[in-house]
């Protein structure tokens, strides 16, 4: 079974040469920014990082709980702390269901005129081994109230490993002849020590077929240098672009993008440089473009990242460079135990108060079983405690499989229970005085309150 994969372990993945076999080839990315939002959010579902001129580490964690004794049910995302008067508003949920085994389904809500609307369905298929090789979407419509196909992508395995990928192929569903219509396919070639050498990339662009090819270089010791794109026309290799990499004890330093000048030369684009904590973790990645005016790389965004005593991702800082001025954006991450998140809080920058503002906290619900029946979301109920205010216990009656956590002020998740019956006894004698956040889930039914601890 998969576990959660904490995300600075999906960075660390991506700098290293066996995830960039889950990276979806550089030719492609001239093309993933029109595939629609229903595309890209399955490719992201289904692990694969997408294609970036300066390529980054992946920012979305891999939530593949299915084996976990923690297993991942929910999440719910809030917002508009304090900026109208209100406490906070709901905004997006993210219900996860296992109707079977090998099969995740995902469903993404969003809250209008106080109803929660159905936006995504993503269903994830896993084979005998427990990777993923088929992903469906749909997208929701409001005028038949029901899901319509979107999108598809199959995912062919490499042999028995459990992380390359032989070939991949993206399609849409066409309503009108109602088959699926292929939008990208794309096949990996490996050497015998299963190292991506070559890629085969064909596009289709309104009914015309691109094809595309990717050539992947390795030094001495292992470590991919250079892939070459080229536009393949009448069975020639036309280049397009090149992508330099330089290491340092096989961690990615320095990413350099190229494009082909047209005339047997290459022009920078882009570069990104990375440096790492002394435990081998990202602590800053630097993007640049190139100014052909002052013949010099410019800085156009910062990020920064922290860890917690466990060596977890706690927060990550952003500063975006654009005609002068800055844009900085900041998460802070909690964890209900080990790798599981349980918050995710994100800031930004008000230039009044030279400070950030809390801006949304997205909320992770978890149980230990199965559900095997879909989730039907419900508004957001007030939660009743006895007493409240208190001094040590509270008291929470619900009717049925319960789950509640604790936040303080700070928004950390200081405690967190499940009971069957459906009552909750808080013990809240080890907790300083202070308002306590708590939110509870009883089967499809979502709860906040305030709780005063005396």
């Known amino acids: 079974m998969k576990n959660i994969v904490l995300p600075a372990l999906c960075w660390a993945?991506?700098?290293?040469?066996?995830?960039?076999?889950?990276?979806?080839?550089?030719?492609?990315?001239?093309?993933?920014?029109?595939?629609?939002?229903?595309?890209?959010?399955s490719l992201k579902a289904a692990g694969f990082n997408l294609p970036s001129p300066a390529a980054q580490p992946d920012m979305n964690h891999v939530l593949n709980t299915r084996s976990s004794e923690l297993q991942l049910d929910s999440t719910h995302t809030f917002y508009d702390y304090g900026l109208n008067g209100n406490d906070s508003l709901p905004i997006y949920r993210t219900?996860?269901?296992?109707?079977?085994?090998?099969?995740?389904?995902?469903?993404?809500?969003?809250?209008?005129?106080?109803?929660?609307?159905?936006?995504?369905?993503?269903?994830l298929i896993y084979d005998e081994q427990e990777r993923l090789v088929e992903t469906i979407a749909e997208s929701y419509d409001t005028s038949i109230e029901s899901f319509i196909l979107d999108s598809r992508i199959e995912v062919f395995p490499h042999s028995n490993s459990p992380n390359l990928v032989d070939s991949t192929f993206v399609s849409v569903w066409n309503p009108a002849v109602q088959e699926w219509l292929p939008v990208?396919?794309?096949?990996n070639n490996f050497d015998g020590e299963g190292k991506i050498v070559e890629s085969l990339t064909l596009v289709e662009i309104f009914g015309l077929p691109l094809q595309y090819r990717d050539l992947y270089t390795y030094d001495s010791n292992g470590d991919n240098t250079l892939i070459e794109s080229f536009a393949v026309k009448a069975a020639e290799n036309i280049p397009t672009s090149n992508i330099e990499m330089e290491y340092q004890n096989h961690f990615l330093k320095l990413e350099t993008n190229l494009n082909f000048?047209?005339?047997?030369?290459?022009?920078?684009?882009?570069?990104?440089?990375?440096?790492?904590?002394d435990f081998d973790q990202l602590e800053k990645v630097e993007s640049y473009e190139w100014d052909f005016s002052a013949n010099d790389w410019f800085n156009t965004q910062s990020d920064s990242y922290e860890y917690d005593d466990l060596q977890r991702l706690s927060a990550k800082e952003t500063v975006r460079h654009?005609?002068?001025?800055?844009?900085?954006?900041?998460?802070?991450?909690?964890?209900?135990?080990d790798e599981n998140f349980s918050l995710e809080t994100s800031y930004f920058w008000d230039i009044q108060t030279n400070n950030f503002l809390l801006d949304?906290?997205?909320?992770?619900?978890?149980?230990?079983?199965?559900?095997?029946?879909?989730?039907?979301?419900?508004?957001?109920?007030?939660?009743?405690?006895?007493?409240?205010?208190?001094?040590?216990?509270?008291?929470?009656?619900?009717?049925?499989?319960?789950?509640?956590?604790?936040?303080?002020?700070?928004?950390?998740?200081?405690?967190?229970?499940?009971?069957?019956?459906?009552?909750?006894?808080?013990?809240m004698s080890e907790l300083p005085a202070g308002i306590y956040t708590i939110r509870a889930l009883d089967g499809s039914k979502f709860y906040v309150g305030k709780l005063v601890k005396q």
């Open 261 to 277: 000048d047209g005339i047997g030369g290459f022009v920078p684009e882009t570069q990104t440089a990375y440096s790492y904590t």
């Open 13 to 41: 993945l991506a700098i290293s040469q066996l995830f960039a076999q889950k990276t979806l080839p550089p030719s492609v990315a001239a093309y993933s920014d029109n595939w629609s939002n229903t595309v890209k959010k």
């Open 360 to 427: 949304t906290r997205k909320y992770y619900f978890y149980s230990g079983g199965v559900s095997a029946a879909p989730y039907i979301p419900q508004p957001v109920y007030a939660l009743n405690m006895s007493p409240n205010p208190t001094t040590r216990f509270a008291q929470i009656q619900l009717e049925s499989e319960v789950s509640v956590q604790v936040f303080d002020g700070m928004g950390r998740l200081v405690q967190w229970q499940n009971d069957e019956s459906g009552q909750i006894n808080l013990d």
């Open 322 to 337: 654009f005609q002068g001025e800055e844009e900085r954006s900041r998460f802070t991450y909690a964890y209900m135990e």
């Open 184 to 187: 990208t396919s794309i096949w």
């Open 95 to 123: 219900i996860y269901t296992y109707p079977a085994e090998g099969i995740k389904v995902q469903i993404d809500y969003q809250i209008e005129n106080n109803t929660w609307m159905a936006n995504y369905r993503i269903t």
